[in-house]
């Protein structure tokens, strides 16, 4: 099956861009009356038939179209902390595209070991997990925020923040409600600083843990995503 990501699609005939015609043209050497799907982020999974296989700009044909395709029962966001090794936020996102997430936001901490992210690569990296997963939803990546800023603005209906520091904690999957939407917090290498977790727990955020061992940013985040997506199956 291949897949193209067309997130401009309005009508029963499109043009691929460039990039994607030369994929589909040079690359795949597919030609005319050659089937092939489409996504457009939002949802909608289509049919297409190659009418005009131009390497520059292929033109296609619709031929059905479904609405809500692979459409969850909830709503995960994961605000992480960026990584010094940007490669490492990379895979982190390749992996919870392809296991189900709908928002990220790189997330500036006290203790932070990156403060700039390019998210144009980030996005490349996202639209080509969404495209070798078969998922027709695009996750939606933030610009870096403070984490004042989102900590004081976010309203979602569960907010959890997963930190290292001694204290109570919940279990993640003992609290969370099935079908709603959720925002988790994940820190930098060296965890939130006191501040941070008190700002958040004033801020309605639950303290979580997710399980025994001291993990890693990456492997926190994708251990949150997992679980949510798990218990919510």
Known sequence: MHIFYTPDIESEKYTLSEEESKHCIKVLRLDVGAKLNLVDGRGGFYEALIV?????????????????????????????????????????????????????????????????????????????????????????????????????????????????????KKSLKDEIRLGSEYLILIGPEGDFSPEEVEMALKNNFVPVALGDSRLRTETAALESCFEINFLNR
């Open 52 to 168: 005009d296989p131009h390497p520059k700009r292929t033109g296609l044909k619709i031929i059905s179209h479904l609405e809500n395709y692979g459409k969850r029962n909830h709503y995960l966001h994961i605000a992480v902390a960026p990584t010094k090794n940007i490669e490492r936020i990379e895979w982190f996102l390749e992996k919870a595209t392809e296991i189900g997430i709908d928002e990220i936001t790189p997330l500036i901490c006290d203790r932070s070991e990156r403060k700039e992210v390019k998210t144009e690569r980030l996005n490349k990296v996202i639209v080509s997990a969404v495209k070798q997963s078969i998922k027709a939803y695009c996750p939606r990546l933030n610009e870096p925020v403070r984490f004042s800023e989102l900590v004081s603005r976010n309203s979602s209906s569960q907010k959890f923040i997963a930190h290292c520091i001694s204290s109570e």
